[in-house]
């Protein structure tokens, strides 16, 4: 099994950059650093192609539709560079982990994430998830707000930590993003 195609999801613009709900985008940003610069696809995502060694044929993404419309963005890579779902995965924001956690699987249900149902909806749920926790509100009623809301300073050094970790991880991330999960959660 090699990953393709790497996806972040988060909401474009300056304002959503720090939320919860953006830690996709940031993991992709983390992955693209010194690897490869972004141009636009069909005005649906900034996609990046990998140029490094240690990484063969690999694409990094960020819809640039909004969370709930990412399904459009990653349809359309996945026709256009003819990449089945199996070699699809895509990194997201969890509040059923706690904070820094992070899990893989291949497939599975959505768990009410709005970018994973419109991901589910445009290509099937065969597709890899790297879940990064965020944790969870304390009410139900809050979740939007948290999931728009930025990390604290702590938390924000180590996801910076944590993030770094995933990029220096590249080719395990492409060929066995559950080893690496494993692995990240000893850090």
Known sequence: MAIGL?????????SYEN??????????????????EFRSMASLAKLGVVKDASAENLLLAKPTTFMNLSGQAVQFLA???????????????DIDLNFGNVRAKLGGGHGGHNGLKSI????????????????RPPMKSMVTSYVLGDFDS???EYLDKLLLEISKQ??????????????????
């Open 6 to 14: 790497i996806v972040g999801l988060g909401n474009p613009g300056a």
């Open 120 to 135: 589910d909806g445009a290509i099937g749920s065969n597709y890899w998830r790297l879940r990064i926790g965020v944790g």
């Open 79 to 93: 026709k256009f560079y003819k990449i089945v779902p199996e070699n699809i995965l895509v990194i997201h924001d």
């Open 154 to 156: 702590e938390q924000q």
């Open 170 to 187: 590249l080719a395990l991330l492409q060929s066995d993003p559950i080893k690496l999960a494993a692995q990240l959660n000893n850090i």
């Open 19 to 36: 939320n919860r709900h953006n830690v996709g985008f940031r993991a992709i940003d983390s992955l693209a650093s010194g690897r490869c």
